[in-house]
């Protein structure tokens, strides 16, 4: 998952189960929402990174290695890590790309670029590449089928330092749910959709510093 999160200082990557219930506890995320990338934005536009996905262990992995009387079927693995970031436009996961300014008046803007398509790298930082190996991980995670779109849905949450003034998507998108609060953004994108062709979809925000 790290091969390409740049300008972002790393620690190191949580390769646990346990990460799930970090997610869902100590973040407070749904357990439909285990992938998921959140920014936490600074005034001047530096900020911390939160990336949360899911991974086929390469068989190095000896978890459940311990573990008697059971004949383990498929694996899965949650992999999370936390860094932080100077300046906004340096920031990238594979090819999801960041801009912004801050204005004299107090307001500050954002832009996300989210790229489409087959050759979208940015989906493959946080979940498996084909589709078998989604299927896998999918049933590792949630044998019976009960959470919904885990593992089928890749959440973008931001969290601004100031009151959220505007808030855009764009090119609609079926199925893509965006919500906002007074100071944070939320887009959850089917997987569906960020695969399909098509023009990359552009996140804008806008806020006012309560400076």
């Known amino acids: 998952m790290n091969r390409d999160l740049a300008s972002v200082g790393r620690s190191p990557w949580v390769v646990l189960f346990l990460a799930l219930g970090l997610c869902l506890f100590g973040m407070g995320c749904d357990e439909d929402d285990v992938v998921f990338i959140r ?15 899911v991974r086929i262990p390469d068989g190095s992995t000896d978890f459940g290695g311990g573990v008697g009387g059971v004949k383990w079927e498929t694996r899965a693995r949650l992999e999370c890590a936390t860094g932080s970031f100077s300046r906004l436009e340096d920031l990238r996961i594979g090819d999801l790309t960041f801009s912004g300014g801050v204005l004299d008046d107090g307001f500050s803007y954002m832009k996300a670029t989210l790229p489409r398509g087959s050759s979208a790298s940015w989906p493959r930082e946080l979940l498996p590449e084909t589709i078998a190996e989604r299927r896998a991980a999918l049933l590792a995670l949630d044998p019976k089928g009960r959470a919904g779109r885990i593992g089928t849905s890749i959440k973008l949450e931001i969290l601004l330092p100031g009151t959220m003034v505007s808030q855009g998507v764009q090119p609609v998108l079926p199925g ?27 996140c804008h925000l806008t806020w006012q510093s309560e400076k």
């Open 39 to 53: 920014i936490e934005m600074n005034d001047d536009l530096s900020g911390t990174l939160t990336t949360c996905g």
């Open 176 to 202: 893509v749910e965006v919500e906002k609060e007074k100071n944070k953004s939320i887009v959850v994108f089917p997987l569906k959709r960020v695969t399909e062709e098509g023009d990359p979809v552009v």
